[in-house]
Nanobody, 122 residues
């Protein structure tokens, strides 16, 4: 069983930055693909970024060049650095984990955190 705990959300002005973190329990972190999905009010949950066990990354077109996903296997932690934030980035951001990178991309990860709220507003 894997437990994921997100942190780092909050209120930020347009153009600002936030760094989300997600700590994973268990000893298999380095073997798991990890990802971040977002869900805005009234919308479906969608992929933001994903990172494989060997650090291949994938991003939604809307965040390319602004967001960076990374992982620290020594700390069992995955990060999402969010720069140049826009009001459209407002959503709950969920960390997820799975053995397979493709499942993360598809939003079908086996394990999910509780989510952290990101609000971009002036």
């Amino acid at each position: 069983q894997v437990q994921l705990v997100e942190a780092g959300g909050g209120l930020v002005q347009p153009g600002g930055s936030l760094r989300l973190s997600c700590v994973s329990s268990g000893s298999m972190f380095s073997l798991n693909a990890m990802g971040w999905h977002s869900q805005a009010p009234g919308k479906q949950r969608e992929l933001v970024a994903a990172i494989s066990s060997d650090t291949i990354t994938a991003y939604a077109d809307s965040v390319k060049g602004r967001f960076t996903i990374s992982r620290d296997n020594a700390k069992n932690t995955v990060y999402l650095q969010m720069n140049s934030l826009k009001p459209d980035d407002t959503a709950v951001y969920y960390c997820n984990a799975d053995t397979y990178f493709g499942n993360i991309i598809a939003g079908a990860g086996n394990y999910w955190g509780q989510g952290t709220q990101v609000t971009v507003s002036s």
